[in-house]
């Protein structure tokens, strides 16, 4: 077959350290922090996928250069439900531990792996993965994440940044809390809403800081504020049930899924009725490929999809299921150089919409200045 892969390329992309960092409540976040996975064919066709990782990256580098993407090679990358089964059969096989290839490693990298096979496959086609994914859109809303914990940030250089980002069109912003008390979150969050204003949507995330008391309190107090959603409200040692019993304290709708390592995790939060929003990742796991199967689940259960992460990558699957919300961006460069500087042609961001090239596969072309810049090859 002439689309059998034939070469496969790995790097990764990362930045230097920021001397200021950006935090969430409990963790900081890392500028780049990624996996960059490029499929070639014999037909000449190629495709890349991306792997996100908010760990140290050295274990998914470790997989990779023991030999992992060998058993790929001669696979045909237009069946990207073949070579996914395959990579992420090997969580669940002797062969993984024998060869040193952990879990999480294993998972990023099927998924950097099938988001590149369905890359080649809408090259192949010279169709848009968005017409692929059922066409139901070709623009999405798009809202920006914002208000991060830095270092000496007060509420005066947050009002300043918020301004900045009502200045550049946005219509929906992000906030982060849970790393203060929550009268000074509150305070923080009325900021935002007293400059974005009542006709733009006020997200409010907590990454998973509050016990389900605080939680409780939380979302009382947030109630006048009027939040499109509450994101990942509860701690993670019992989300599902307590995300539920969240539910019915409040008319704010929840949100999360992102912190889910595998597309089962997040059907059970769909089972539990425990959110409104699912926000799977698919650059941390499952690619496209359980991607649509979570779409098409949260369409049948009538709930919403709105991706963690990357705008560029989950738009095609968002603008393709009548279940697609919105996606999620960073206009920082430097909260996020990769979505400045990755693409020679990144899709328009304006007027709280990203409009999806027309292009065929992903629809992006990858800037090599910026894999130069950003990027060691690794494979």
Same mark, same amino acid.
């Given at each position: 077959?002439?689309?059998?892969?034939?070469?496969?390329?790995?790097?990764?992309?990362?930045?230097?350290?920021?001397?200021?960092?950006?935090?969430?409540?409990?963790?900081?976040?890392?500028?780049?922090?990624?996996? %960059?996975? =490029? $499929?070639?064919?014999? /037909?000449?066709?190629?495709?890349?996928?991306?792997?996100?990782?908010?760990?140290?990256?050295?274990?998914?580098?470790?997989?990779?250069?023991?030999?992992?993407?060998?058993? $790929?090679?001669?696979?045909?990358?237009?069946?990207?439900?073949?070579?996914?089964?395959? %990579?992420?059969?090997?969580? /669940?096989?002797?062969?993984?531990?024998?060869?040193?290839?952990?879990?999480?490693?294993?998972?990023?990298?099927? /998924?950097?792996?099938? $988001?590149?096979?369905?890359?080649?496959?809408?090259?192949?086609?010279?169709?848009?993965?968005?017409?692929?994914?059922?066409?139901?859109?070709?623009?999405?809303?798009?809202?920006?994440?914002?208000?991060?914990?830095?270092?000496?940030?007060?509420?005066?250089?947050?009002?300043?940044?918020?301004?900045?980002?009502?200045?550049?069109?946005?219509?929906?912003?992000?906030?982060?809390?849970?790393?203060?008390?929550? /009268?000074?979150?509150?305070? =923080?969050?009325?900021?935002?809403?007293?400059?974005?204003?009542?006709?733009?949507?006020?997200?409010?995330?907590?990454? =998973?800081?509050?016990?389900?008391?605080?939680?409780?309190?939380?979302?009382?107090?947030?109630?006048?504020?009027?939040?499109?959603?509450?994101?990942?409200?509860?701690?993670?040692?019992?989300?599902?049930?307590?995300?539920?019993?969240?539910?019915?304290?409040?008319?704010?709708?929840?949100?999360?899924?992102?912190?889910?390592?595998?597309?089962?995790?997040?059907?059970?939060?769909?089972?539990?009725?425990? $959110?409104?929003?699912?926000?799977?990742?698919?650059?941390?796991?499952?690619?496209?490929?359980?991607? =649509?199967?979570?779409?098409?689940?949260?369409?049948?259960?009538?709930?919403?999809?709105?991706?963690?992460?990357?705008?560029?990558?989950?738009?095609?699957?968002?603008?393709?299921?009548?279940?697609?919300?919105?996606?999620?961006?960073?206009?920082?460069?430097?909260?996020?150089?990769?979505?400045?500087?990755?693409?020679?042609?990144?899709?328009?961001?304006?007027?709280?919409?990203?409009?999806?090239?027309?292009?065929?596969?992903?629809?992006?072309?990858?800037?090599?200045?910026?894999?130069?810049?950003?990027?060691?090859?690794?494979?």
């Amino acid at each position: 077959m002439d689309d059998i892969i034939d070469n496969v390329e790995a790097y990764i992309l990362t930045v230097p350290n920021e001397k200021r960092p950006h935090w969430v409540s409990l963790f900081k976040v890392p500028s780049a922090n990624e996996l %960059l996975i =490029r $499929i070639k064919t014999k /037909s000449g066709a190629e495709g890349f996928g991306l792997a996100t990782s908010y760990t140290d990256i050295s274990p998914i580098v470790n997989v990779v250069k023991s030999g992992l993407l060998d058993e $790929i090679i001669g696979m045909d990358a237009l069946a990207p439900e073949l070579v996914y089964e395959k %990579l992420f059969g090997f969580t /669940s096989s002797r062969i993984a531990s024998e060869n040193g290839w952990g879990k999480e490693a294993l998972i990023r990298i099927s /998924s950097a792996v099938d $988001i590149a096979c369905w890359d080649v496959l809408g090259h192949v086609g010279n169709l848009p993965l968005y017409k692929i994914f059922g066409g139901y859109n070709d623009k999405v809303p798009c809202y920006v994440t914002c208000a991060y914990y830095r270092e000496g940030k007060d509420n005066s250089e947050l009002r300043e940044e918020i301004q900045m980002l009502v200045e550049q069109g946005h219509k929906g912003f992000k906030g982060k809390v849970g790393g203060l008390s929550l /009268s000074e979150d509150i305070a =923080r969050m009325e900021i935002v809403r007293d400059v974005i204003g009542e006709e733009n949507n006020l997200m409010v995330d907590v990454n =998973r800081a509050w016990d389900l008391k605080t939680a409780t309190e939380g979302a009382k107090a947030l109630e006048a504020l009027q939040p499109t959603w509450l994101e990942e409200p509860v701690r993670w040692t019992d989300d599902r049930r307590e995300l539920k019993l969240l539910s019915q304290r409040t008319n704010i709708p929840l949100s999360g899924g992102e912190s889910e390592i595998t597309s089962y995790g997040c059907r059970s939060m769909i089972e539990e009725q425990a $959110i409104q929003i699912l926000q799977f990742d698919c650059t941390m796991f499952g690619g496209f490929t359980e991607g =649509r199967k979570l779409a098409a689940l949260c369409e049948l259960n009538h709930v919403d999809v709105a991706p963690h992460h990357d705008c560029f990558i989950h738009a095609p699957l968002v603008a393709g299921s009548p279940a697609g919300r919105i996606v999620e961006s960073f206009t920082d460069p430097e909260r996020d150089p990769l979505q400045a500087e990755l693409y020679e042609n990144p899709p328009k961001i304006q007027g709280g919409y990203l409009t999806l090239n027309n292009m065929p596969g992903l629809g992006l072309k990858l800037s090599e200045a910026a894999l130069k810049k950003f990027g060691t090859r690794i494979l």
